[in-house]
């Protein structure tokens, strides 16, 4: 059984109108339409994902946008050393060092076709390189919040994505 199976997409979830909050310690704060999004160049990544449950889907080739070109945009002050992203499903957030965060992808296709609802879609974030967590590729991105301090555990999910771990 997979994640989508398991889960499903959460009825808050409301893509419609979409769109990408970047705030915080940046110089312009940005929202960005899945429109505005098509001014970025693409990124593909092929890449694993497995999954905390056991299972692994192979091969998977996502398409998007490297968030440092978004954060670039957004032009991150000095201050500005973790992001908070957040999805549009009860407050499910996760934080990275703005570092790592830059290196992820927001990923808007999955294997040539438009990222679907199930799969994260409109926007997915895909963190690379071996220290991922798969609940750390947030689906249903709807906000980038740069900030000078580390967010605390009450500001993210982990604690609820590893409660869906059976």
């Not at 990124?43 to 998007?64: P, Y």
């Not at 945009?73 to 500005?80: E, Q």
């Not at 438009?114 to 895909?126: F, I, K, T, Y």
Request: hydrophobic letters at 40%; one cysteine or more.
């Amino acid at each position: 059984m997979n994640d989508l199976e398991r889960h499903g997409v959460p009825e808050e979830v409301e893509t419609d109108g979409w769109t990408l909050e970047v705030t915080g310690s940046v110089d312009d704060v940005l929202s960005l339409t899945r429109a505005d999004l098509e001014s970025f160049a693409r990124e593909s990544i092929v890449d694993d994902f497995v999954c905390e449950e056991g299972w692994t889907a192979e091969g998977l080739r996502w398409e998007g946008i490297r968030v440092a070109s978004i954060l670039e945009r957004a032009g991150v002050s000095d201050a500005g050393e973790y992001g908070l992203v957040r999805a549009l499903d009860s407050g499910y957030a996760c934080s990275f060092p703005i570092e790592r965060l830059a290196d992820s992808v927001l990923a808007v296709e999955l294997d040539g076709e438009s990222l679907a609802l199930e799969h994260g879609g409109p926007a997915r974030l895909v963190p690379v390189g071996n220290d991922r967590d798969c609940w750390e590729s947030v689906k249903w991105v709807s906000a980038i919040e740069v900030r000078k301090s580390e967010p605390t555990a009450a500001d993210t999910a982990k604690d609820a994505a590893l409660s869906r771990v059976s």
